[in-house]
């Protein structure tokens, strides 16, 4: 059990809409990762949050937003939702480095 | 852009047969790899860890060999089990970068 939770599993959503997924880190952990995981395909970096800051970012458009609170929790956002955004969103977290990262279950999001 | 890319999608082996996945990366600069398993409605786990100045890791069942001349990257695994069907991801770590670089996976099917 790695610790890492995240909500909701399952999400359906309509082209054009906001959607907000979120991401509590394992205990003792301030650092916090977003992957974006097409069916099929290997997860793709979104961005990285330690310690409240952005700390690296992927090829995403702006749209793709997000935020570490002081208890190091996070939430991913994305807006204008496009079909192609359906996928699975994994968090990752870490004490550290992203060599010691533990992933969470992941929230599969369709956009219709 | 640099990638981490799998030579073979699905992999078929027998119980208790030996189970060899490769994985080729392109960036030469890449300093640390990591091999994850996926199991169907989960975030990767963590297998084992190779740094660019070894050539081999040995772990409980798993073994990372790292060529670097060639940029290859290969996961066994001994006397698979049932247990061991799952797909697999190589990823890169490059310098500082804050981020991981997943492969596209390859699935490992264990059949009795």
């Known amino acids: 059990e790695t610790g890492v939770t995240q909500s909701p599993t399952h999400l359906i959503k309509t082209r054009g809409q906001q959607v907000t997924l979120r991401c509590s880190s394992q205990?003792?952990?301030?650092?916090v990762s977003w992957y974006q995981q097409a069916l099929g395909q290997g997860p793709q970096f979104i961005f990285q949050y330690y310690r409240e800051e952005e700390n690296g970012r992927g090829n995403f458009p702006p749209r793709f937003s997000g935020l570490q609170f002081p208890n190091y929790s996070s939430e991913l956002n994305v807006n204008a939702l496009e079909l192609d955004d359906s996928a699975l969103y994994l968090c990752?977290?870490?004490?550290?480095?992203?060599?010691?990262?533990?992933f969470g279950p992941g929230t599969r999001l369709l956009v219709l | 852009g640099e990638s981490v890319g799998l030579h073979l999608p699905t992999l078929s082996v027998q119980e208790g047969d030996n189970s060899i996945i490769n994985c080729a990366y392109s960036n030469s600069a890449s300093d640390y790899f990591i091999w994850y398993k996926q199991e169907s409605g989960k975030g990767p786990q963590f297998i084992i860890d190779i740094r660019s100045n070894m050539d081999k890791r040995q772990g409980q069942r798993v073994t990372v060999l790292l060529n670097k001349t060639v940029k290859h990257l290969s996961l066994q695994i001994a006397a698979t089990q049932p247990g061991d069907s799952a797909v697999y991801f190589c990823?890169?770590?490059?310098?500082?970068?804050?981020?991981?670089?997943f492969g596209t996976g390859t699935r490992l099917q264990v059949t009795l």
């Open positions: 205990s003792g952990h301030n650092t």
């Open positions: 990823a890169e770590i490059t310098g500082t970068a804050s981020k991981l670089t």
């Open positions: 990752a977290s870490s004490p550290g480095g992203v060599e010691t990262q533990y």
